[in-house]
């Protein structure tokens, strides 16, 4: 394997503490949580692999210190085949543990017992005590019979004993005596290629240490990583959004590298795959849908997930935007489209695939623009864009983020690449593309109006003050009606009164009208409760307007509620600076635009501390709102990942150097 510089790395979020290794074939993040249920996660980006442990609840909290730093691991198992992983001395302040859970194999396993404590059928193993009582191993092979895992956590100072069917006791030799352990985790999964510096990032790209090495330790040459350590491995939205972001510094191999990602993993109709099941994942699942080993697909084949709807549209503008937006896109073009993939097709071909089925999906709405001919969740599922949560979307089921940009930013993408004659060797003679402009009109001057919502100045503040008083914040009256756009609508086309930050996106590939700019940037600037921003970031959503049942859904305890997630802080950021590139709008626009940056940066810069992780929520201190970490408020089964790919386009999104900012750390995120 090529020699690739060591990266190591530290992220400190409320009760938990991260540590990152990637050393030669190893790239791996030790979770240490802290707290009264204590809790030990190693995952590993070659397979999306991993283990776990959890404990039982402790009378006194918990806390947990590195000894030494984390250790690359590699040794051969029984059969003489190669486990790569890491080693760490640990210390816990308590004379007494105990394991209730062990589990080693893959990441979306560990997943899923955080979630709800759930056990696979398949794969679960009661730990052997060795080594005199000191040392608990977790060991088996793949359940496909590939090279499997170890775990082994070893009592330095103190012994083991059996706590049940499957747990563990461990007690430290003198009472009262800390816990010095050593902890062993090993993947015989196949590492993954990291991207050299040298071809991820140009000399353009920001100093911002934490962002590069994230990005360096979630960025591979066969694909870039979602998130440690919940989301190791590859999902098309959070690749396609951060490449977009992080287009103007990204040196070409990286930005074709994740675009080839994507259009591997596209389906026979052209869909976009949300996420992909591999390593042991995949056995797993067709072992419970009871496929034998014999059966001509192998087990631990990829099988990947269609079932979200707004990346299905992302391909087309983010492609173009590289393609044709960039100079090194605009000279690589021809061949990157003649790259073959596994099956014998060329990228040209796949990508028109996926033209084909949006030009499939919008053609109800085009046709009669009605508001149930708009692009609807697939049937029988909660989730389709990036609210990916149970109560993300509301009621809703057609999202505005889809429908009010995705979908014509797709077809205008399109239209840029049929006109340029970059798709013209893969199109066939019968793809309907002539009235492709007037699609285009149709969407995007239909559509949007959809999701208007108004709400009167007196009810506006009735409900603000209910609802200030409800979760314990000032109330910002207001002195007009508050316009903005829903959500989602429902089955029967009805808004979802949630007010949201995805307007981000229409900022990002759109080109709104200036009274569209106006009025949907003084929603979202508004002080929280009337609108999005507080003092500890941008709120991705408020139900202000909301009956009680949406309210509770939409907290700041819920994944997609009234939290701040760093990259849509950063994608509106970076949609503000293009749309002050557009040479149609009046001085008034413009200046709205300049003051949405200049309410917007001091927000970002002020919690550049967290900008790197996934999301966090925020407590009053009786003056202002203050950051506090999302996992102890959260209500759902969610945590906030340490490391967010998507988090990491700070490197390119950085404030307008004529912009005044009272900045703290040097005006760096």
């Keep these: 394997m090529t020699a690739f510089a060591t990266l190591r ?56 210190r590195l000894l030494a730093p984390l250790q690359r691991v590699t040794k051969l198992d029984a059969a003489g085949r190669e486990l790569h992983g ?97 902890l062993r985790v090993l993947t015989g999964d196949e590492p993954l290629t990291p991207l050299s510096a040298e071809r ?17 330790f979630l960025a591979f040459e066969e694909k870039w990583l979602a998130g440690s350590w919940r989301f190791h491995t590859y999902f098309g939205r959070d690749t396609l959004m951060s490449l977009r972001m992080l287009l103007p510094v990204l040196q070409p191999q990286a930005s074709e590298a994740a675009l080839a990602a994507v259009i591997q993993r596209l389906s026979p109709q052209g869909l976009v795959a949300h996420e992909e099941d591999i390593g042991e994942f995949p056995v797993l699942t067709r072992l419970n849908a009871g496929v034998a080993a014999t059966d001509a697909v192998p087990l631990a084949q990829a099988i990947f997930d269609y079932k979200m ?51 499939a999906a919008a053609a109800p709405f085009a046709a009669a623009p009605e508001a149930t001919n708009l692009v609807r969740l697939r049937a029988g599922e909660i989730v389709g864009d990036w609210r990916d949560s149970a109560d993300g979307l509301g009621t809703g089921v057609y999202a505005y983020s889809v429908n009010a940009v995705w979908v014509p930013a797709a077809l205008a993408a399109l239209l840029a690449l049929r006109d340029c004659g970059l798709l013209a060797a893969w199109l066939t003679p019968s793809a309907a593309l002539d009235d492709l402009a007037q699609r285009v009109e ?31 914040v000032p109330a910002v009256p207001v002195d007009e009606a508050i316009n903005y756009s829903a959500l989602a609508l429902d089955e029967a086309g009805q808004g979802v009164a949630v007010m949201h930050s995805d307007f981000g996106f229409a900022l990002l590939f759109g080109a709104p009208e200036p009274a569209v700019l106006e009025r949907e940037l ?23 307007f909301a009956n009680a049942a ?91 990942n340490a490391l967010q790919l998507w988090s990491t386009v700070y490197l390119a999104v950085q404030p307008p150097a004529d912009l005044a900012l009272d900045a703290p750390n040097g005006g760096q995120p």
């Design 200 to 216: 991820l990032l140009t000399p353009q790209a920001a100093d911002l240490p934490n962002a590069r090495i994230g990005l360096e």
């Design 442 to 472: 149709v969407w995007s001057t239909r559509a949007p109006p959809l999701f208007a919502m108004s709400v009167s100045a007196a009810t506006a503040n009735a409900s603000i003050a209910s609802y200030a008083a409800e979760i314990g």
């Design 309 to 359: 709807v707004d990346d299905d549209f992302m391909l087309l503008p983010v492609a173009a935007a590289y393609l044709l937006g960039t100079e090194p896109g605009r000279s690589r073009a021809a061949a990157f489209l003649a790259r073959p993939c596994a099956d014998g097709s060329r990228f040209g071909q796949r990508l028109v695939r996926n033209a084909m089925a949006v030009l």
């Design 550 to 640: 949406l309210r509770e859904q939409f907290g700041a305890d819920r994944y997609h509620g009234a939290v701040v997630w760093s990259w849509q802080q950063a994608m509106l950021a970076a949609g503000l600076a293009r749309q002050l590139e557009r040479f149609d709008l009046p001085p008034a626009t413009r200046n709205a635009l300049r003051q949405a940056q200049s309410q917007l940066w001091p927000l970002i810069l002020a919690t550049h501390a967290v900008a790197e992780g996934e999301l966090w929520s925020w407590g009053h201190d009786g003056q202002r709102f203050v950051v506090e970490a999302f996992g102890p408020k959260c209500k759902t089964a969610d945590e906030s």
């Design 86 to 182: 890491i080693e760490a001395e640990l210390e816990a302040d308590a004379d007494s543990l105990v394991i209730a859970q062990g589990l080693v194999g893959s990441v979306r396993v560990l997943r899923d017992h955080q979630f709800d404590r759930r056990l696979p059928a398949f794969g679960v193993l009661a730990p052997d005590i060795q080594a005199g009582a000191t040392l608990a191993v977790w060991a088996r092979d793949r359940l496909d019979g590939a090279a499997g895992y170890q775990l082994g956590l070893k009592a330095l100072d103190g012994n083991l004993s059996r706590h049940g069917a499957d747990g563990i006791r461990i007690e430290s030799t003198v009472k009262g005596q800390p816990l010095r352990l050593r």
């Design 9 to 64: 790395h530290s992220v400190v979020e409320g009760q938990a503490t991260s540590l990152f290794l990637r050393e030669g074939p190893v790239a791996a993040q030790l979770l240490l949580t802290n707290g009264r249920q204590p809790r030990l996660i190693v995952a590993f980006a070659a397979g999306n692999s991993g283990a776990g442990l959890w404990f039982e609840p402790s009378a006194i909290d918990v806390h947990w």
């Design 522 to 544: 003084a929603s979202l600037l508004r002080p929280f409760p009337a609108g999005l921003r507080t003092d500890a970031g941008l709120l991705v959503a408020n139900a202000v």
